[in-house]
């Protein structure tokens, strides 16, 4: 089972539901009206580009994907269909293993969460942890700079969001 939690970003019109639950192998469709936002961007107005990523920045719990499809520009399939509870490290774990935190989670370090001194592109760079996490899941976010290889754009594509995928990408 899978338990989407859907949050309307503010100003945003609020979908027909904030959650609901999955079985395995079921489909849920929905519209977004423009401008409302998950951990993707629905183009509106005089920019109709999507801008659209998978992060693991504030953690993980289970595999995702994002396809793209009918759309223009730099559109692709992201996400992260390892399941990176099974080589978390012991430090990162999250009680019973289902969920791995982040460093900046787990230790709270201004080097690990890109804040205080190290808040900007040349000061914050990829930890260790992090770097387990590119590693294993190369087009998602892995720290809080990490646009250049984890943010895709697209023009009037249909996404389909898919959790626990079962095929590789």
């Known amino acids: 089972m899978v338990w989407p939690g859907i949050l309307s970003s503010a100003g945003s019109t609020p979908l027909d539901s904030t959650g ?3 079985s395995p192998g079921e489909l849920r469709s929905f519209q977004a009206s423009p401008g409302w936002s998950a951990e993707f961007t629905i183009g509106s107005g005089s920019n109709p580009q ?8 504030d953690g993980y719990n289970l595999p995702i994907a994002v396809d793209a499809s009918g759309g223009t520009g730099v559109c692709g399939t992201t ?9 978390c490290p012991a430090e990162l774990r999250a009680g019973d293993g289902q969920a791995c935190k982040s460093a900046c ?16 592109p040349d000061t914050c760079h ?11 899941c190369p087009r998602s976010y892995s720290y809080a700079y990490d646009d ?5 754009t697209c023009t009037g594509a249909d996404y389909t969001i898919t959790f626990c995928p079962t095929s590789t990408r």
Request: aromatic share 18%; with cysteine; glycine share 8%.
């Open 20 to 22: 609901f639950e999955l």
């Open 79 to 87: 996400g992260c269909v390892t399941d990176l509870n099974r080589m």
């Open 105 to 120: 989670e787990a230790f709270g370090n201004p080097e690990y969460c890109c804040s205080g001194s190290f808040g900007s």
């Open 126 to 136: 990829p930890s260790v942890y992090s770097q387990v996490f590119k590693s294993a």
């Open 50 to 57: 999507d801008f659209y990523d998978v992060s693991l920045v």
């Open 148 to 152: 250049a290889t984890s943010t895709f």
